[in-house]
């Protein structure tokens, strides 16, 4: 079945505890892209990855990494969490480029203490 | 930079009723995409249909349709005789391939359909 899987669904932590939420597709999709959803804000890019070493910012890439070191992997990395990080992360993944249809994981929820 | 807008923030409408959601797009490119993506309570996200700048041919799938207006720089969305299980929150967003390969979002219009 092709699947974004991400992990892990919940997490609660506290502040400044380095943490990483996986991203794995199995579809050899070249585009992928994590986002962070909040009220009244929608959906905003943090990253996205056009292929394996490539990335680049989205629109709200501050306190965030990425890697993409694999095609089927893209994990973000929170060095640092913040309280304002407490949000719900999506990943995603698109054949080709951003002007495909975006597969979405089933999101990531952050409680950052 | 490219901008979504969805002025309705949550609309309710009555079961059989039709509703319209409403995006507003903006754009220097000549070449762009727009999508329209569903959440359903369960949280997951679901494509809906995607257009291209050269393409304003109106798209229906069911009860289901799309209305795509450059000259008022909109991509709106109708669902005739809405169901409880439209209710969802629905996304629009678009993509300019001038350049970077950045997504953007609408903040999303939370329909309500009452039985």
């Known amino acids: 079945e092709a699947q974004v899987t991400q992990n892990p669904r919940y997490l609660i932590t506290v502040t400044g505890k380095k943490l990483t939420v996986t991203c794995s597709q199995n579809?050899?999709?070249?585009?992928m892209s994590w986002y962070r959803q909040d009220p009244g804000l929608g959906l905003r890019q943090i990253y996205y990855?056009?292929?394996?070493?490539?990335?680049d910012k989205g629109d709200v890439p501050e306190g965030y990494k990425v890697s993409r070191k694999e095609k089927r992997n893209f994990p973000l990395i929170l060095e640092s969490p913040s309280p304002n990080q407490t949000s719900l992360y999506f990943c995603?993944?698109?054949?080709?480029?951003?002007?495909?249809?975006?597969?979405f994981g089933d999101g990531t929820r952050l409680s950052i203490l | 930079a490219q901008k979504v807008t969805q002025a309705q923030t949550e609309i309710s409408v009555v079961e059989k009723e039709d509703v319209t959601l409403d995006c507003v797009y903006e754009?220097?490119?000549?070449?762009?995409?727009l999508f329209w993506y569903k959440q359903p309570p369960s949280g997951e996200l679901v494509f809906l249909i995607r257009?291209?700048?050269?393409?304003?041919q109106n798209e229906i799938s069911g009860r289901y349709s799309w209305n795509f207006q450059k000259s008022t720089s909109s991509f709106n969305f109708t669902i005739t005789a809405s169901q409880v299980v439209d209710s969802a929150v629905y996304f629009c967003?678009?993509?300019?391939?001038?350049?970077?390969?950045?997504?953007?979002f609408g903040i999303g219009t939370k329909l309500q359909v009452i039985p």
């Open positions: 995603a993944s698109s054949r080709g480029r951003a002007d495909q249809p975006q597969h």
């Open positions: 579809m050899n999709h070249e585009y």
């Open positions: 990855s056009m292929n394996v070493e490539v990335t």
């Open positions: 257009r291209n700048s050269f393409d304003e």
């Open positions: 967003a678009s993509f300019n391939s001038g350049g970077y390969q950045k997504v953007t």
């Open positions: 754009t220097r490119d000549t070449t762009y995409y």
